[in-house]
């Protein structure tokens, strides 16, 4: 029987990639440990061996095609005495776009990933994104990965400042662990592109102390999962020294890297800080959902004077938003963004809780419920005043996120909200968060261990009393 | 406060040779220069202000006027001392929670450390840091921190920012035997060998970590050796004779300056009171404690050479004392009359 090769998966997020270039030709004998193609995702470039013995009887997939879904049938290995003419005349799968011609020119490109992990997090619906006041009208838009996007922020802000600097793990030479920091390095060299040792207490610590003599660090996690080594750094020092200095001196300083879950990637890398870092006084928690969001406003938290917890998320990073084409776009920090208008009940979700949000909010419109959703952006200081006057509007608010469920962002707005605006309220606030057991690494448990579309439908439905 | 160099280290090998040595060698204060007449005054007055500031802060303490931790540094003022006559203008300081001293030898204002400590207005940090956090960019003094250790890492960042900005300033961070054994000590000597950052790293092994003797709490008790595994040199230094630290320091800053990288500097110390004033020290005999301070009291050692060598007379001293004196009892009046800060003063200096 003739043996398919298959599109691997080479990360635990990875849905597809860049076939970029054979390394076996069709009637060539490979044996195992042959590498047979090189593969490219948004985070690298791998190859991939060969792992039985036998003769390339067919290439299905040309190089340089993109967006080859993993699990593709992309070759046939023949085995001894077995003839081409036994593969049947099976095509690509459909979905496997056509070539690009560029691709196969080595460079390292951004895969498009309409759909991360699609048993995850749902497809970006058409939704009518309300215009962000902060973005001029008829502003040119060019569609951007969130990657991309955190990319050319530090970049620019590094060629404007000369006391910018990024350091973390593989942020040099790697080019990245996720590939955030991509080309850094070459455009602005070993000393301010620094790759440290695995040692986040201390790194967390050197760049703190560097912040306080006056210096603008950007410290990479890896993930913010590592920074627990780090924590005492970031809540000890770089947020009370303002403070207990009585004001002489401070550290500003932007902690950055994926927060969060990832995908099947256990307990221990899968858990969402900001409701934690919310609670300090002296930082800014930020966790943007578009690419336009992570942009703008991780160049207002390079700029700003004090300690900046910014909260990303590794599937979002390979997704598509346009970002206005400016050239020096800096959202407001503390600013919560409507990103859909409506008048039936409030959803308020920020980074990736957006995602589910999104999708939400399509499928109670087809029911006839108008939802206005608000992606908060900032977690600390919360806009507070953009939910409550929403909430005056609607009378209903359901709050969604990752995160762990008790003391959760959505709990501390649910809170405030009942305070403040108490008797606009027509329902109780419905909090939908991530289930509070730690993160299985089973599929079909993690699956449930997350929000998922309908806990929040059936939320809004709750709070509207349908 | 700087001081110009003086009393240079002849007949000791030159830093370059140290640096290239892993093992320690000692500063004992035999193989160290005397100092010349205004240095040994200086040294003097400077230990005195510590000694006597310290002294009122124990009493301010037990009258009421202190709440909270007060850790005091009687018994280790020549290390700072010693330390601050090697610096030059720029060099940064920063340390843990016993912090007073190094306030007063940076140049920090006896007042407003005292008013610190009283939690008033006039405080170095208004009120709102207490006597663990104080910070004073003008002199380069970059606190006053409560986590054990953590200064250690943050000390290496000031010395990355030297590195980064190419200037020739150093980081002096102090730490304790204590604080010798938290991880990101260990993390901090790494990166700062790996990028050869300016820096002295200064244990004040004061042979107590709280109650804790080094004997009880460490599997190498010579700290000047802890750098050996990432090739930092160490030197062993007697912190009670200011002459013997400020050597070492002249040593570890040309080191450093020279684009050496880091270096350890252990000073052996004693601290004559508790660890913080609620310590009844019952870990240690009183025998012990008067030994140290009958017969290697670092303020004591200056004052016999003063007068041996004629460079002042009894009255001289007395002079000096009343000085010193007067500068203490000013700070602990200004102190206990400044005003608490204004309530407003809650919900300033948050966020910029």
């Known amino acids: ?466 | 406060m700087a001081q110009t160099k003086s009393a240079s280290a002849s007949g000791r090998k030159p830093a370059a040779k140290s640096a290239s040595k892993t093992v320690s060698k000692e500063f004992t204060g035999k193989n160290t220069p005397e100092f010349g007449k205004d240095d040994d005054l200086h040294a003097y007055r400077e230990m005195l202000l510590i000694r006597r500031f310290e002294e009122k802060a124990g009493q301010l303490y037990g009258m009421g006027f202190i709440g909270g931790f007060c850790h005091l540094y009687i018994g280790q003022e020549a290390v700072v001392v010693g330390m601050q006559m090697a610096q030059q203008e720029g060099d940064q300081v920063i340390t843990a929670y016993r912090d007073h001293g190094h306030m007063l030898a940076t140049g920090m204002s006896a007042r407003g450390v005292m008013a610190e400590l009283t939690g008033r207005q006039g405080g170095l940090s208004k009120g709102k840091g207490g006597s663990m956090h104080m910070f004073s960019k003008e002199k380069h003094f970059y606190g006053g921190h409560g986590i054990v250790g953590a200064q250690v890492s943050l000390g290496t960042g000031l010395a990355f920012a030297n590195s980064y900005r190419n200037n020739d300033s150093v980081s002096v961070a102090y730490f304790g035997d204590g604080a010798a054994n938290q991880g990101q000590v260990y993390e901090s000597f790494n990166m700062a060998a790996l990028w050869k950052l300016p820096i002295i790293y200064i244990v004040e092994n004061n042979r107590y970590a709280m109650g804790t003797s080094t004997a009880r709490a460490t599997a190498q008790s010579n700290y000047s050796m802890r750098g050996v595994g990432f090739g930092i040199p160490g030197i062993q230094v007697d912190g009670m004779d200011v002459r013997a630290v400020k050597a070492a320091g002249d040593e570890a800053l040309a080191h450093c300056r020279a684009g050496k990288g880091p270096i350890i500097l252990e000073m052996l110390t004693y601290r004559y009171r508790g660890h913080s004033m609620s310590d009844p020290a019952k870990y240690r005999s009183k025998e012990e404690v008067q030994k140290m301070r009958s017969e290697q009291d670092p303020i004591e050692q200056v004052r016999a050479r003063l007068l041996e060598k004629g460079w002042a007379s009894e009255d001289e001293l007395k002079a000096i004392d009343k000085d010193i004196r007067d500068i203490v009892t000013d700070s602990a009046d200004f102190a206990q009359n400044d005003p608490e800060p204004d309530v407003s003063e809650l919900y300033t200096d948050i966020l910029l």
């Open chain 1, 1 to 466: 029987m003739p043996i398919d090769i298959l599109m691997p998966a080479l990360s635990p997020t990875m849905e597809e990639g860049t076939l970029s270039k054979w390394l076996k030709k069709e009637g060539d004998t490979v044996k195992s440990g042959d590498v047979l193609a090189e593969i490219e995702t948004d985070k690298a470039t791998m190859e991939v061996e060969a792992v039985d013995e036998g003769v390339i009887g067919r290439l299905l997939v040309a190089a340089g095609t993109e967006n080859v879904k993993v699990n593709t049938k992309i070759a046939v290995l023949l085995a001894e005495g077995e003839s081409a003419d036994a593969i049947s005349a099976e095509a690509p799968k459909a979905d496997a776009p056509a070539a690009s011609s560029d691709a196969a020119g080595g460079k390292a490109r951004e895969a498009s990933e309409e759909t991360p992990v699609a048993a995850k997090v749902p497809a970006q619906p058409k939704v009518d994104v309300a215009a962000d006041p902060d973005i001029p009208a008829g502003t040119e838009m060019v569609s951007t990965t969130v990657r991309e996007a955190l990319r050319d922020a530090m970049a620019e802000e590094m060629r404007r400042d000369e006391d910018v600097f990024v350091m973390g793990e593989e942020v040099a030479e790697y080019q990245g662990a996720y590939k955030i920091t991509q080309g850094l390095l070459q455009e602005f060299g070993a000393r301010r592109v620094i790759d440290t040792p695995i040692t986040e207490h201390g790194f967390a610590g050197v760049g703190v102390g560097a912040a306080m003599a006056g210096l603008k660090p950007i410290v990479e996690f890896m993930t913010f999962n590592f920074a627990m080594q780090a924590i005492d750094q970031i809540i000890n020092s770089a947020a009370k020294t303002l403070y207990m200095s009585g004001g002489q001196m401070g550290a500003p300083i932007v902690f950055r890297g994926p927060n969060g879950a990832a995908a099947r990637v256990g307990a221990q890398h899968s858990q969402d800080y900001a409701s934690w870092y919310s609670q300090i006084p002296g930082l800014k928690v930020v966790m943007p959902y578009t690419a336009a969001d992570a942009k703008g406003l991780l160049k207002a938290a390079i700029r700003d004077p004090n300690p900046v917890v910014f909260l990303e998320n590794e599937i979002l990073y390979g997704q598509h938003f346009d970002v206005p084409k400016l050239d020096d776009f800096v959202l407001p920090i503390g600013k919560a963004r409507i990103h859909k208008k409506g008048t039936d009940a409030t959803i308020v979700s920020f980074g990736i809780g957006m995602t589910y949000a999104v999708k939400a909010v399509e499928e109670l419109s087809k029911e006839g419920i108008d939802v206005e959703l608000i992606d908060l952006r900032t977690i600390r200081p919360m806009d507070l005043p953009t939910v409550i006057e929403s909430v005056k509007k609607t009378g209903r608010l359901v709050t969604v996120e990752e995160g762990y469920p008790q003391n959760s962002v959505g709990a501390e707005i649910a809170t405030r909200v009942m305070q403040q605006a108490f008797d606009y309220l027509d329902a109780p606030v419905l909090t939908i968060a991530g289930k509070d057991v730690p993160m299985p690494y089973a599929a079909n448990l993690e699956k449930l261990a997350l929000p998922n579309v309908g806990e929040v439908v059936q939320a809004v439905k709750t709070v509207c009393y349908k």
